[in-house]
């Protein structure tokens, strides 16, 4: 077992039993810094303790208090039952935006590949040379992966505030407070650096692709203005 | 060797040690592990318990370069507590350590 594991499952069990659990948990977390700077792996330390389970009980047996009062624990369910609707529209609002993002990724992702394959089984894309039609098809893929990540980061950021939310209306409810969530999701150093890196890949290439799009069409159309030329809106 | 047995003596024993002068938790709970098969871990429900009886009481001190440590300092009443829990017990063990040696008592 982990420290991390470890010392959750001390909070867990020591959870409305004692009134001073942080106090407890650094005592433990003091054990842990100094046992692993003595040398000793994180699991070595925890084989040599007891189960957070059996720890909890003997702190509870001496001196621990009661679970929260009910009246306040009553007014706290109440609160959170009026503030319910609020919090269920901003999430059903966040979620629609997911879900739009996601369809747009989507979209391009089937008008790039139309686009680079000269497919158009609904006849919806207007004629246009095949170099500049293969660049606007690059174009719109690069814009297919940049809504493709922007819905995979909003769907983790809505994921990670709902389990901000709730930690925060569980500890509102009971008595020993677990520390609050972060709002944004928790992505290690080497997926940021991948998201940045994909991103700045797939803007760069979106730029580059549609403004060479665009220049070989108005070259080969004689002006800038290709689509009057193919009458394309016509 | 049974826990609710072994964790009296344990009292006594913090006690004694935190006579000496104040140590902080992990030190407290180090020594003993080392001198008496307990689990690691055990020591601190017990100075939380003797903290809350009144018999000891804490404090946090800066060390150089770290967190500040929370240390154990024995009070009055844990001392007189300890004087008196020390002579109980040693005169138990006399007489125990007695008997199982085979001396008959007058």
């Known amino acids: ?27 433990y977390g003091e054990h842990f810094a100094r046992k692993l700077a003595d040398g000793y792996s994180e699991d070595e330390v925890t084989a040599r303790l007891e189960s957070p389970e059996i720890l909890a009980s003997q702190f509870a047996d001496e001196g621990g208090k009661p679970p929260t009062q009910r009246s306040h624990r009553v007014l706290a369910i109440l609160g959170l039952c009026l503030l319910s609707p609020l919090v269920l ?5 966040l979620a629609v935006f997911v879900a739009f993002a996601g369809c747009s990724a989507l979209a391009f ?14 006849s919806l894309i207007p004629a246009m040379p095949y170099a500049g039609s293969l660049l606007l098809g690059l174009a719109s893929l690069a814009l297919a992966l940049l809504a493709g990540l922007g819905t995979l980061y909003s769907g983790l950021f809505l994921g990670q505030l709902w389990k901000a939310y709730f930690r925060w209306a569980r500890n509102r409810v009971f008595a020993s407070a677990r520390p609050p969530l972060p709002l944004n999701p928790q992505l290690g150093a080497a997926t ?4 940045r890196t994909a991103i700045l890949v797939a803007l760069a290439v979106m730029g580059f692709s549609f403004v060479a799009g665009f220049a070989v069409m108005a070259v080969k159309a004689g002006s800038p203005g290709f689509w009057h030329v193919w009458h394309w809106f016509a | 060797m049974n826990v609710q047995y072994k964790k009296g003596v344990l009292e006594l024993c913090v006690l004694a040690l935190l006579d000496e002068g104040d140590r902080y938790g992990y030190d407290v709970s180090d020594y003993l592990s080392k001198q008496v098969d307990i689990s690691d871990g055990t020591v601190y429900p017990i100075l939380r318990k003797l903290k809350k009886d009144g ?17 154990y300092s024995i009070t009055e009443a844990g001392r007189a ?18 008997i199982l040696r085979g001396e008959k008592q007058a």
């Open chain 1, 1 to 27: 077992m982990t420290k991390a594991e470890y010392l959750s499952r001390l909070g867990k069990a020591l959870e409305g039993r004692v009134d001073d659990l942080d106090d407890i948990l650094a005592e």
């Open chain 1, 89 to 93: 529209v901003f999430v059903a609002s």
């Open chain 1, 109 to 122: 992702l089937a008008l790039g590949i139309c686009l680079m394959t000269g497919l158009d089984p609904s």
């Open chain 1, 192 to 195: 940021r650096r991948k998201l």
């Open chain 2, 55 to 71: 018999l000891l009481s804490t404090y946090l001190s800066e060390e150089s370069g770290g967190p500040p440590r929370k240390y």
């Open chain 2, 81 to 98: 507590e300890f004087l008196r829990a020390r002579e109980e017990w040693l005169s138990f063990a006399s007489t125990i350590e007695g």
